[in-house]
T-cell receptor, first 109, second 114 residues
């Protein structure tokens, strides 16, 4: 059974700090990796995708992938209170996504 | 196109009743997915369609659940003989074939079974 593990948190960081969110996955055949953000009471929205080992940057967000360690991370620089949400790691093996439980991030002003 | 739409947004029903949810995907998206999410959990895959063909169903999906996507446009998810454990948010998402992990979610249909 494919598993995606995340620390449920909450992860609390002050405004302006770097938030680091981590995820591990069990299926070594997984091909693509995603981070979704979910505000309370809302549906998930895609914020980052990564397909190869290394880093991928998009604005204040950096996704990191290490397939050998089966590890994905998301860094949020200059965290803002509006970044407070649950961040879901998702892994795609063939055609469907498996989601982790998500990590709640709280950014305090 | 305003995105994925779901109806109804909320449904309260009594145990044993049947319920049906509808999803209208983004028009150019040929893949449509149903997920279920409960409090404190990530979305759990239920089933997905490519055009009108149902290509995969979760092994966890009870035979009380059935989904259709006639003509490859909107989809319906029916739950027969509802149980209290069916209470959840039912999320529909769509994507292009070329971007199977890049899902666009609707606002969800929240089911409460009394």
């Amino acid at each position: 059974q494919k598993e995606v593990e995340q620390n449920s948190g909450p992860l609390s960081v002050p405004e302006g700090a770097i938030a680091s969110l981590n995820c591990t996955y069990s299926d070594r055949g997984s091909q693509s990796f995603f981070w979704y953000r979910q505000y309370s009471g809302k549906s998930p929205e895609l914020i980052m995708s990564i397909y190869s080992n290394g880093d991928k940057e998009d604005g204040r967000f950096t996704a990191q992938l290490n397939k050998a360690s089966q590890y994905v991370s998301l860094l949020i620089r200059d965290s803002q209170p509006s970044d407070s949400a649950t961040y879901l790691c998702a892994v795609n093996g063939h055609s469907t996504l498996t989601f982790g439980k998500g990590t709640m991030l709280l950014v305090s002003p | 196109d305003t995105g994925v739409s779901q109806d109804p947004r909320h449904k309260i029903t009594k145990r044993g009743q049947n319920v049906t949810f509808r999803c209208d995907p983004i028009s150019e998206h040929n893949r449509l997915y149903w997920y279920r999410q409960t409090l404190g959990q990530g979305p759990e895959f239920l089933t997905y369609f490519q055009n009108e063909a149902q290509l995969e169903k979760s092994r966890l999906l009870s035979d009380r659940f059935s989904a259709e996507r006639p003509k490859g446009s909107f989809s319906t998810l029916e739950i027969q003989r509802t149980e209290q454990g069916d209470s959840a948010m039912y999320l529909c998402a769509s994507s292009l074939v070329t971007g199977p992990g890049e899902l666009f979610f609707g606002e969800g249909s929240r089911l409460t079974v009394l």
